[in-house]
């Protein structure tokens, strides 16, 4: 196997403070919790503070960011509910085998980022509203946001900025929630739900029933994850040196698989937004070619995990049709929610949902040491019932069939 040596994973046992390797000096944003608390006391807006138990984890510059461990109310991703529904399942069912107290809302509304990162054909005070809309609903029903969708969390961080640094549009926003009867909300951190299963991984680790000591995986970092409002992404000093953000290799690592390294890690996954869009062979293009294709070509992984909506979409749909052009493609593609649930024993069809997926991801399955034939048996038992008008759904006890 050719792996490239381009920023290897090094570690090491060095206790230097992740704030003074990273980078030396001040980040390059003010401490927004710390601008959100003074507006608070200036009595423009209420902050929702995250609930005990909390976790806490370093960000690229130092700070701690709180995480919750429950009590969070799950703002869905419209893609994960519409083209890959075992992801958004798999975070739930991780929950409640830790019997975590968690809301499943539902009345709370799309982010609208789309429209706003893809189209521009919204305003700053809607979109705002939206925003604060769904986090005063988190606070009505008592629980705090977690949010799904890294396209949404990307998006209410850079909705945060906004609502700190311009007046008028606070002013805007506080017109449309009195209208609406609802409180100007806004959490005290902005989390997205991989924060959590990082900060969870040991405990994942420690209710593990499959050995993955064999399975390679290469990771995708999602870019809005990442790369925007780069001060609040976690980063730890002892993966890849803290040079990258921790988010999935941690997770890969905690579980006892082997994080593969290629050279085109920080590259898009070629969704992009607009790219999909209006140029969408160039997405699918760009998925396969210039990501999918390094990762064989450099790591042949079993796996690729990456986490947000848009990422497992384009690269595990995008490889049909370089498939059909006989390109070196073939990587099944999963969430880091979905690769933690396969680990605790979760059902890879009932829970997980594996066959909305493009890619044939038997062989995975057969190396995790999962029997995918007697599975699909199972799920299509449940099927049948439900077609047969025996069962309205499939409840979570039908899930957790064994």
Sequence with gaps: MSVTTQAPAVHTESKVPLKEFVRKGEPPTEDYREKLFELEAKGE?????????????????????KIPVEHTWHHKSCGQC?????????IFWLHRQFGLDYFDP??????????YYASSTSNSAAQAAIAVRNFAQAKLDGYFPLIHCGTSFGHYKETREEIIHHPELRDQVRRIMD??????????????????IHAMRHRIAERQTLDFSNIVSTVHP???YHKLVVEDAIYDRELYDGQRTAIVTGLVEALGAKAADYST???????????????RDFSRSFATIRKIERMKEEADPDVTITHDTGCVTTLDKSQFAAQAHGRNVGIPVLSDAQFAALAMGAHPYNVCQLHWHGVDNKPLLEKMGI??????????????RIESGELDFMTWEDADVK
Excluded at 265 to 279: A, N, Q
Excluded at 371 to 382: P, Q, S
């Design 265 to 279: 890690w920080h590259d898009c996954c070629g969704f992009g937004f607009r790219h999909i869009l209006v140029s």
């Design 371 to 384: 029997d995918h034939k007697k599975a699909w048996e199972e799920f299509e038992t449940i099927a049948e």
């Design 82 to 90: 519409g083209h890959i529904p075992g992801y958004s399942t798999s």
């Design 179 to 196: 209208r609406l009867k609802m409180p100007f909300v806004f959490p005290e951190e902005i989390v997205h739900y991989s924060e959590w």
């Design 106 to 115: 539902k009345d709370q509304s799309s982010c609208t980022a789309w429209n």
């Design 45 to 65: 807006l209420e902050v929702q503070r995250v609930p005990e138990p909390i976790m806490e984890v370093e960000t690229k510059y130092g700070r701690k960011k």
């Design 222 to 224: 999602a870019c809005h």
